[in-house]
Nanobody, 123 residues
Framework: VQLVESGGGLVQPGGSLRLSCAASGFALDDYGIGWFRQAPGKEREGVSYINVGRKLYANSVKDRFTISRDNAKNTVYLQMNSLKLEDTAVYYC???????????????????WGQGTLVTVSS
């Protein structure tokens, strides 16, 4: 099992980025994929989650971020629009079983993690 994130970078406030999480060794349909982020000095926090028929978002990113997946490419995307300074963090994707909506933000439920990609929002 491997998860590889890409797409991070430096962007101005109000700008957009699309992160990719390329999965290998398993089929996306069988699991959930979460996006997390961790800013310096802060705990890792759940940003979004997707599994069959379900897309969930943290309140802080709802209406700005969109999660999607391409089963043919075995890749999950996180489209981030209207980026704010506080979105600056290392973003990780991770694999979990299909989780109920109350549990998706808890890192212990995720067994495989990518190496992370840095998103810096700065003017």
């Amino acid at each position: 099992v491997q998860l590889v994130e890409s797409g991070g970078g430096l962007v101005q406030p109000g700008g957009s980025l699309r992160l990719s999480c390329a999965a290998s060794g398993f089929a996306l349909d069988d699991y959930g994929i979460g996006w997390f982020r961790q800013a310096p000095g802060k705990e890792r926090e759940g940003v979004s989650y997707i599994n069959v028929g379900r897309k969930l978002y943290a309140n802080s990113v709802k209406d700005r971020f969109t999660i999607s997946r391409d089963n043919a490419k075995n890749t999950v995307y996180l489209q981030m629009n209207s980026l704010k300074l506080e979105d600056t963090a290392v973003y990780y994707c991770a694999r979990a079983p299909r989780l109920p909506s109350g549990l998706w933000r808890a890192p212990p439920y995720y067994t495989y993690w990518g190496q992370g990609t840095l998103v810096t929002v700065s003017s």
